[in-house]
């Protein structure tokens, strides 16, 4: 149901407030280049640090602005099972194709914990789930097993799964089948993703570069190894520079030297280091972004 390649959207911001003009740039650029979905509110839409009200406005004017052209998953996750509900709620309401839940942070549940967790969300919300796993974020690590007991839940049909453990994805494949989709949260190892199994990525580079990420996916639907790893290999040292400081750090700078938003975050992230910020100009030269 959700395969391909799917941005993991910045919040763009001025004066602190959600820039709208910034935002709708951001997403026609997306479309424009061929992405398969759009995810705001994630890790990279800085969902830390958004108030409940800021979260809806821009979830909500994010699924006006792509007005139903492509998927939108809207994140949704919280570390309160009864906030990732009434989030996912939201979300359904005004209209995103499915919701994404990272694995509740800083309370560490237990297995059952988690399976808890999201089986209350996806009874309780008629809506598509996609959980999303990131232990080096979270401090809580959802093993294979979880997802696989997870994957009998019918509304239950995608992990996003951010560990760059190729091992662990072959298992959670091997485990899960068809039942749900394998989606890469890790941009550099999304081609040898795909080869175990996976299909798509929630991607940050996406943000700047769209078209290649695409790419390297149609190629190797289209079963053309040569083209899909001539991408992977151009991306990567955008992909390891994007991840020099704390995302979304980095792809904000990015998107700010391509002139399409501002380089505003919100506090405590602080702007990327000035010995940085030239070898990351560089990649992006390299691949006539700027």
Not at 4 to 30: C, H, W
Not at 35 to 47: A, D, F, K, L, Q
Not at 197 to 225: C, T
């Amino acid at each position: 149901m959700f395969e391909g390649v799917f941005s993991a959207l910045i919040t763009p911001f001025t004066n602190g407030r959600l820039d709208r003009d910034a935002m709708a740039k951001l997403v026609e650029y997306q479309l424009e280049q061929g992405i398969t979905g759009v995810v705001p509110c994630g890790t990279t839409g800085e969902s830390a640090t958004l108030t409940h009200e800021e979260h809806k406005e821009v979830v909500r004017f994010c699924v006006e602005l792509v007005a139903g052209r492509v998927p939108v998953i809207a994140g949704a996750g919280s570390n309160a099972t009864a906030e990732s509900i009434e989030l996912s709620r939201f979300a359904k309401d005004v209209g995103a194709d499915a919701a994404l839940l990272i694995t509740p942070y800083y309370n560490k549940p237990t297995q059952q914990g988690l399976y808890q967790h999201y089986k209350s969300v996806a009874d309780a919300v008629d809506l598509p789930i996609i959980l999303y796993n990131v232990p080096g974020r979270t401090a809580i690590d959802m093993q294979a097993s979880t997802v696989g007991r997870l994957a009998q839940v019918a509304n239950i049909v995608a992990i996003k799964e951010a560990t760059a453990d190729m091992e662990r994805a072959s298992i959670i494949h091997k485990q899960c089948g068809d039942k749900i989709t394998l989606i890469s949260g890790d941009d550099a190892t999304f081609l040898p993703f795909l080869s175990v199994g996976g299909g798509g990525v929630i991607s940050v580079v996406a943000n700047i570069a769209p078209k290649s990420m695409v790419a390297l996916w149609q190629a190797f639907k289209n079963g053309d190894w040569a083209t899909a790893h001539r991408h992977h290999q151009e991306l990567l040292d955008l992909n390891g520079l994007l991840f020099c400081e704390s995302n979304p750090i980095p792809i904000k700078a990015a998107i700010s030297m391509m002139g399409l938003c501002g380089p505003e975050l919100r506090m405590p992230l602080t702007q990327l280091g000035e010995e940085n910020r030239e070898p990351l100009r560089q990649a992006l030269a390299e691949l006539n972004l700027v």
